[in-house]
């Protein structure tokens, strides 16, 4: 069986019915059911195209034009193929759509987790009024504005049903899950060292604003690299 750096060698040499038919095995080895509905559609529009230009109903510059649709379509097919053709190299994936959703999830608990945490501290008088809303306030703009970006990307996302299906391997999930776990942990660590006493209000926010910091720089890219893109 063909792999998929062979499938994609094969469409950059215009071998695209004979593509088309390799990915089909492939996407059905691996029971990958979504990509193998897109190929078997883009299937029947190779061989129709084919017809068409062989029955001289199309001039060579439609012909051309077709014929670079078809082979973007079939590039996004075939990427869309998990890296094995097996049952649990596909059941590994997560679609990009979810990807995104459990992104914002896990950004919005972790952003609640350490607020909330900021407003016990306050309710057991470890903070006076003053310095929790200045904490506040250095917390609660990241959550608003990537928040707010998210949810509108999201959305946006959600209109457009036309796009091939892209998937996400379990690395980028599992690495996104410990960077928003360790945001959490670490700013209600600093929050405690100041309820403790161990830090001083000073050092508390210099130590927030350096993980915010950081964090948004992480959450910036996620926006931009994963969230835009599908809207670009």
Request: glycine share 6%; charged share 20%.
């Amino acid at each position: 069986m063909r792999s998929k750096k062979e499938l994609q060698t094969m469409i950059a040499d215009g071998q695209l019915e004979d593509a088309a038919a390799a990915a089909l095995a492939y996407a059905e080895a691996a029971g990958d059911v979504n990509t193998l509905n897109g190929l078997l559609a883009l299937n029947s529009d190779l061989q129709l195209h084919r017809q068409v230009w062989l029955s001289g109903q199309i001039s060579f510059e439609e012909f051309s034009r077709q014929a670079a649709r078809n082979t973007q379509r079939l590039l996004d097919r075939v990427e869309a193929l998990p890296n094995e053709p097996t049952a649990r190299a596909a059941q590994s994936r997560m679609k990009e759509e979810s990807f995104k959703w459990m992104v914002f999830y896990q950004f919005i608990v972790a952003k609640i987790l350490v607020v909330g945490f900021v407003f016990f501290c306050w309710n057991v008088l470890a903070f006076t009024n003053e310095q929790a809303l200045n904490t506040l306030n250095a917390l609660l703009p990241g959550l608003i504005l990537y928040g707010s970006i998210m949810f509108r990307e999201l959305f946006r996302a959600g209109l457009d049903t036309s796009a091939p299906q892209r998937y996400v391997a379990r690395r980028f999930r599992t690495f996104a899950w410990l960077i928003f776990s360790a945001y959490a942990l670490v700013q209600v660590f600093i929050v405690t060292q100041k309820a403790m006493g161990d830090f001083s209000f000073t050092m508390m926010n210099l130590a927030l604003l350096g993980v915010e910091a950081g964090m948004g720089r992480f959450v910036g890219e996620l926006v931009e690299g994963v969230f835009k893109k599908s809207a670009g």
